[in-house]
């Protein structure tokens, strides 16, 4: 599959149908408009291939933001939010302020990663018959689904129940005012903070099982984005979100949410970029936050309980699969100065610290695991920080 | 430019864009670009995702077209009577808006 197939995969994720064949049918016409442009000025079709998937941006934002027009049922969302106000009196009373968490149910691997004829169909027929050919082999479901889920990032706990973040803010001691007319603008009084912010989340709101839920990432970037406070989120299982007065948990026994995977966005958006900086190139990063069956190695790291460890691997740059490589990477919390790490046939795993060593390691197929931690102290400035270099130690 | 201040007025601008004539979305976004001295820089992230909302709202119309140069059909969008009513509308709140800030902050010396 070429950088822009599977490009237009990831971007139209989470849709199906006609809607996913139309979108991919724009996004290939936008790219192509791109390089063809570029080219016109002089640039290899590599070259503009890769300015122009980058010019794009994230295919996971694409995705979220076509997902959120595509599979909100309007008229579902109206009646859902319809009767929030009166339930937002009821619940500060109860004050019990605990959030329900769910995970988005159309980012399941069965539903990604189905190799079927109504699949096949949405392809060119190139891209189809090698799968077509896969699928008749011994074992070639299997392998064909397990690489699909490898490349999927797992579906988490962070969708929060609408009403009880709400019912949590009111218990918290902030003011909040539903903009008549409108969906999922709020005007939110804080103490401790001039004026109202407006609190904008309609963007981040699925309906799930009947009830409207709101992406815990869409919460947790409002928030950080609208307030003047820290933003602090402490604990690694159903976390506490503070800020102000505001004292909420996210997630229960039940539906637990974590910590790392809320946070997992930053250090993406913190390491693609400065990746992109140390390159110039438009590598691609994989999370994970699963863990998988296939553990091989525990890294040692000298770090405090409780430290977000990010480890960043490049076995699929340096190992024989003829798939397009990627970095895969997981944010992990330390278990007594450990974290698990998965490496597949590989017995010498070089951990490094600074960036420059590990584009030097993959250049040459090295494999290497690159190791931050993240610095969560105030989440409007999260931080990478690199991990004590002494310490570092994989064992198989 | 504060891409929230962008946001509050993306539709208002989209729509705007496709005032004249239909474009699709690399010509929106370079339009923008020009129009405000690249003051407004469009991520394709946002665009997109925005275009459909508009499309699903009934304010613009997307269809495929072919273009000149060959390859991959484009989706061009363009304005329905629906869209021109919602951007009159848009244009006036927006103007009530600007109205009422220049009040408070006074004209640029």
């Known amino acids: 599959m070429s950088g822009v197939e599977r490009y237009l995969k990831q971007a139209t994720r989470g849709l199906s149908g006609q809607a996913r064949r139309d979108a991919q049918s724009e996004l290939r016409g936008a790219i192509e408009d791109k390089i063809w442009r570029s080219t016109l000025l002089g640039m290899d079709h590599g070259d503009a291939t890769r300015t122009a998937l980058r010019d794009l941006g994230s295919p996971y934002a694409i995705a979220s933001g076509l997902t959120q027009v595509h599979t909100l049922p309007k008229a579902a969302l109206g009646t859902v939010l319809a009767g929030l106000a009166c339930l937002l009196g009821v619940q500060a009373l109860a004050g019990v302020p605990v959030v329900q968490a769910a995970p988005d149910p159309t980012q399941t691997a069965p539903l990604l990663c189905m190799f079927n004829e109504a699949a096949f169909r949405t392809m060119s027929a190139a891209q189809a018959k090698p799968l077509r050919w896969a699928l008749t082999q011994p074992g070639g479901r299997a392998r064909l689904e397990a690489d699909c889920w490898f490349r ?47 609190f904008n989340v309609r963007e981040g709101i699925k309906v799930i099982d009947g009830h409207a839920y709101l992406s815990a990432w869409t919460l947790l970037n409002t928030v950080r984005s609208k307030t003047t ?43 693609s970029s400065s990746v992109l900086t140390a390159t110039g190139d438009s590598s691609e990063f994989v999370w994970n936050q699963v863990p998988s069956a296939a553990e091989t190695h525990r890294l040692m790291v000298q770090v405090p309980p409780g430290t977000l460890v990010v480890t960043v691997s490049n076995q699929q740059y340096v190992g024989e699969d003829p798939q397009p490589p990627f970095y895969l990477f997981r944010l992990q919390v330390a278990d007594q100065g450990q974290v698990p790490v998965s490496f597949p046939n590989q017995r010498t795993v070089q951990p490094v610290t600074t960036l420059q060593a590990f584009v030097t390691a993959t250049r040459q197929r090295q494999p290497a695991l690159l190791v931050y931690r993240l610095d969560p102290s105030d989440l409007r400035t999260p931080k990478l920080a690199p991990a004590p270099a002494s310490s570092l130690k994989l064992n198989p | 430019m504060d891409a929230q201040q962008l946001k509050g007025h993306l539709d208002l601008l989209l729509l705007a864009t496709l005032e004249h004539g239909s474009r699709y979305g690399g010509q929106i976004v370079t339009d923008v670009q020009t129009a405000t001295d690249g003051y407004f820089n469009l991520r394709e992230g946002t665009l997109y995702p925005a275009l459909h909302r508009l499309e699903k709202a009934g304010w613009i119309a997307g269809e495929f077209q072919l273009l000149p140069r060959g390859g991959s059909p484009v989706k061009m969008y363009t304005l329905t009577p629906g869209g021109r009513e919602e951007l009159k509308a848009q244009r006036a709140r927006y103007e009530r808006f600007n109205t009422a800030v220049r009040g408070i902050i006074g004209e640029n010396a």
């Open chain 1, 229 to 271: 406070l820290p933003v602090q989120l402490t604990g690694d299982v159903n976390p506490v979100l503070d800020f102000g007065p505001a004292h909420i948990q996210l997630g229960t026994v039940n539906a637990p949410v974590r910590r790392a995977d809320l946070l997992v966005g930053d250090v993406y958006a913190l390491l």
């Open chain 1, 152 to 198: 999927t990032a797992r579906p988490v706990n962070n969708y929060l129940r609408f009403t009880d973040v709400l019912a949590a803010f009111t218990a918290g001691g902030l003011t909040v005012r539903a903009m008549p007319g409108t969906v999922g603008l709020l005007m939110l009084r804080v103490p401790g903070q001039d004026g109202e912010l407006e």
